[in-house]
């Protein structure tokens, strides 16, 4: 999974080959609005079983699915059939040899680009899991956006992630759309008094009671577009939820707002490494899990383990796309 000198000289020596198989895991035409469900994905994908793909599966005789715990449900399922669209044409063109973890990872990649953010190399070769998280385990590890920065920092420190890092991946709600029970408790029963008044009244009309289930965008400023406007609210007291206004109210991480707010470039230079570093947690690789051949399920047991036979060892755990 590292990203190595060889990995890279391989990469542009092949540069044509690369570019065709990064075409045809593309999302060309989906609307703004898919692609940020991909963004969200792999956050939630990522945790807490590490990065293989189990929050796509559906659930079994052993329990429900993660995707059914209460915090994915706000995942669309636009977002699962995506997934699982892209797997079907990728396998299509080359056969079972990528995961859906990788599908998820790329996704998430195209749509920052898609939306006018910056387009990174990734590094691929993760396998899928076998397992799914349990309701419990998905309740203790997600993030909720009712926390602060005090709250959020164990989540992302014990996943080997930085104060820094965690700054730059909220960064991601520069895109998407949120219902209203991820910010009323901003509203009711007090108004929050970090939130911008004029900003309240207008989240107010949009749910105008602690039960509305309305929805509004997570950027207010540029809502389709992956900039820097996400971090210019925060600075104007516009973010949208607790766990986002605090990164500005908090002094440990106020300056790296205030800096993402003032330079865009240097948040498209933070950004992909973030991600890139996000996307290597509990990864799954060699041997490990197996390429599934449907997102939501397992492969048959006793079913040939599709593994890549004629691919070498730097093909299979370190392709960078
Ligand atoms: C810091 C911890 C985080 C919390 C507490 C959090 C929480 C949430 C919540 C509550 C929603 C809206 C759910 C709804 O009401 O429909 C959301 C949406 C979203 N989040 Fe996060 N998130 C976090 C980190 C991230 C990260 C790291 C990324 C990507 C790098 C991300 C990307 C997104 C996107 C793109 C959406 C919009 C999805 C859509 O439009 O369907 N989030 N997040």
Do not use: W
Not at 109 to 118: A, I, K, N
Request: hydrophobic fraction near 35%; include cysteine.
């Amino acid at each position: 999974m590292t990203e190595t000198g060889a990995t890279r000289r391989r990469d542009q020596r092949d540069g044509e080959t690369r570019d065709s198989r990064e075409t045809s895991v593309r999302l060309p035409g989906r609307t703004t609005l898919r692609t940020h469900t991909s963004l969200k994905s792999v956050t939630r994908e990522v945790h807490p079983e590490g990065c293989d793909g189990s929050v796509l599966l559906d659930g079994s005789a052993t329990g429900p699915s993660e995707k059914n715990a209460p915090p994915n449900l706000t995942l669309r399922p636009e977002a699962f059939a995506i997934i699982e669209d892209l797997r079907r044409r990728v396998h299509q063109a080359c056969g079972p040899v990528v995961s859906c973890s990788d599908i998820v990872a790329l996704a998430a990649r195209d749509s920052v680009s898609l939306s006018g953010g910056p387009l990174y190399g990734i590094p691929l070769g993760r396998r899928d899991g076998l397992n799914f998280a349990t309701t419990d385990q998905v309740l203790n590890d997600l993030p909720f956006p009712q926390a602060n920065v005090s709250d959020l920092l164990p989540f992302f420190l014990s996943r080997n992630l930085s104060i820094a890092d965690m700054v730059t991946l909220s960064g991601g709600h520069t895109i998407g759309l949120s219902n209203c029970s991820s910010f009323r408790n901003r509203l009711f029963p007090n108004r929050d008094p970090t939130l911008n008044q004029t900003f309240a009244d207008q989240l107010l009309a949009i749910c105008p009671t602690n039960t509305s289930t309305n929805g509004t965008v997570l950027d207010v400023r540029t809502p389709r577009q992956f900039d820097n406007k996400y971090y210019v609210n925060l600075v104007n007291r516009e973010g949208l939820f607790t766990s986002d206004q605090d990164l500005f109210t908090d002094a440990r991480t106020r300056d790296i707002v205030a800096n993402y707010a003032a330079n865009e470039s240097f948040f498209f230079e933070q950004f992909p490494l973030s991600m890139i570093r996000m996307g290597q947690i509990g990864v799954l690789t060699g041997t490990q899990g197996e390429i599934r051949t449907n997102c939501s399920a397992r492969n048959n047991a006793g079913r040939v383990n599709m593994v890549v036979p004629d691919m070498d060892e730097e093909e299979t755990t370190r392709a960078t796309y």
